[in-house]
Nanobody, 125 residues
Framework: QVQLVESGGGLVQAGGSLRLSCAAS????????MGWFRQTPGKDREFVAH????????YYTDSVKGRFTISRDNAKNTVYLHMDSLKPEDAAVYYC??????????????????WGQGTQVTVSS
């Protein structure tokens, strides 16, 4: 069992930066593949970024490539999402998620076993 708690959301002006954190409790965090997703009202949860258990592989949705960076610190049981050059369309509730196995379907929410409660990101124009 893994519990995930996101933090770091807030209000930022367009062009600004935020760093989201996702703290995990439970055993074997370092073996989990982690993802960040986001959701706005009335829309499906959208894939943002994914990182392999070792951190050697990272993947992003096209709209955030070059602006967002996913990373992890297995010693701290934490995964991060550093967001630069934020745009109003990045505003959403951001969720971190964990899965215990690797797969090419890292963009699919149903492939993840555990989810955090979400943290709100608001971007003013």
């Amino acid at each position: 069992q893994v519990q995930l708690v996101e933090s770091g959301g807030g209000l930022v002006q367009a062009g600004g930066s935020l760093r989201l954190s996702c703290a995990a409790s439970g055993r074997s965090f370092s073996s989990y593949y982690m993802g960040w997703f986001r959701q706005t009202p009335g829309k499906d949860r959208e894939f943002v970024a994914h990182i392999t258990w070792s951190g050697s592989g990272t993947y992003y949705t096209d709209s955030v490539k070059g602006r967002f960076t996913i990373s992890r610190d297995n010693a701290k049981n934490t995964v991060y999402l550093h967001m630069d050059s934020l745009k109003p369309e990045d505003a959403a509730v951001y969720y971190c998620a964990a899965r215990s196995y690797g797969s090419t379907a890292y963009q699919v929410p149903s492939q993840y076993d555990y989810w955090g409660q979400g943290t709100q990101v608001t971007v003013s124009s």
